[in-house]
């Protein structure tokens, strides 16, 4: 074989007296690796002048140094924290992140998704709801030896496999709060039929009312899909019955923000005529006039641990096993809530 006289990766085990994996290590910013055989490594990388070969590794690995984020969600916010926390994950490395929106309700979405998987050659894939309760689709990645992560509002996966909070228990505590100071006549804006996220919430919400032996009229439920629009329109119809709610729960912050401007249209002040609790605790929970109380969703570090789990093969087991599975989100209390106006 010809010399070519250009360093390799074994050229630099050899010297520093480690393994392969311990130089990929290296190179890829693992946590695990102690900082004498970082500083050893490195120093036998700069003394060679070793550049890694990505398209040599990746041929070696048959996979391409590439993480897919697949979703079909409607909440842009959302899917952007989620790439924020993988990008988080994957600085330094060498690895990329390419995002593939899909169409759930098309007749060939899992041949989409094979077709996407099969020509880009991903390293792991991350997996957004509402699709990642999509079964098919997990299977589809055990079939092609794809590594992958779901996301959810609850397990929907084996602790490997998945990252989730715990919407339900934390809309619960949400809820109580209302009830505890006074409130009884309770809305929800509801999110979109079919995703799991939105029945996990409405759950808590009927949890909380329940417990406290509140009835629901169904009146007092509206029907959004996580934009300011369906938000806005959802709350017009809490706020035209008689008598009106004096609380909103609304499944998101998009919509909640959507509910102060349709309560303001009316001349309502918040909190005083009308208190609003979202959900997400995104930029315009804090942004917006009275600060809106809502429910902290760890969304960045959810989408942080999913790639580390997709790459335990270079960052060793053990992080994997660091990695939590479950990310309890919290109440975050803010102005948007008090007691309701005396009658």
């Not at 990388?45 to 990746?58: E, F, M």
């Not at 909440?75 to 759930?104: C, H, K, S, Y």
Request: proline fraction near 6%.
């Amino acid at each position: 074989m010809q010399n070519t006289g250009k360093p390799t990766i074994n050229d630099v085990a050899r010297l520093a007296g480690v393994s392969k994996k311990t130089v990929s290590r290296v190179i890829n910013r693992s946590p695990l690796l102690n900082s004498d055989t970082r500083a050893k490594v490195e120093a036998v990388i700069a003394d060679l002048g070793y550049v890694p070969n990505v398209q040599a590794r990746a041929l070696a690995l048959r996979r391409n140094f590439l993480l897919g984020l697949i979703h079909d969600n409607p909440n842009a916010q959302m899917v952007m924290n989620v790439q924020a926390g993988i990008l988080e994950a994957i600085r330094d490395t060498e690895f990329e992140l390419i995002v593939r929106p899909i169409d759930r309700g098309s007749s060939t979405m899992l041949a989409d998704v094979r077709n996407f998987l099969e020509r880009q050659r991903l390293y792991g894939v991350l997996i957004l709801p509402p699709v990642s309760e999509n079964e098919m689709l997990a299977d589809l990645c055990r079939e092609l030896d794809i590594r992958y992560v779901r996301m959810g509002s609850t397990a929907l996966d084996t602790p490997e496999h998945t990252v989730a909070s715990n919407d339900c228990d934390v809309v619960t505590e949400a809820v109580n709060h209302l009830i505890s100071l006074g409130h009884r006549r309770i809305g929800l804006i509801a999110g979109p039929h079919g995703f799991r996220s939105a029945r996990e919430r409405r759950k808590g919400f009927e949890n909380a009312l329940a417990a406290a032996d509140i009835k629901l009229p169904r009146s007092l439920i509206a029907d959004g899909n996580y934009t300011f629009e369906s938000g806005q329109a959802a709350a017009d119809r809490l706020l035209d019955l008689s008598p009106r709610p004096t609380a909103i729960f609304a499944s998101n912050d998009e919509m909640a923000a959507a509910a102060m401007h349709a309560a303001r249209r009316r001349g309502m002040e918040i909190p005083k005529d009308l208190s609003i609790i979202g959900f997400d605790d995104t930029a315009i929970a804090s942004h917006i006039w009275p600060p809106l109380t809502t429910v902290h969703w760890p969304i960045i570090s959810m989408g942080r641990s999913a790639a580390l789990k997709l790459l335990t093969e270079f960052f060793g087991d053990e992080l994997a096993v660091e990695e939590p599975s479950l990310f309890p989100s919290t109440l975050i209390h803010r102005a948007s809530v008090a007691p309701p106006r005396e009658e």
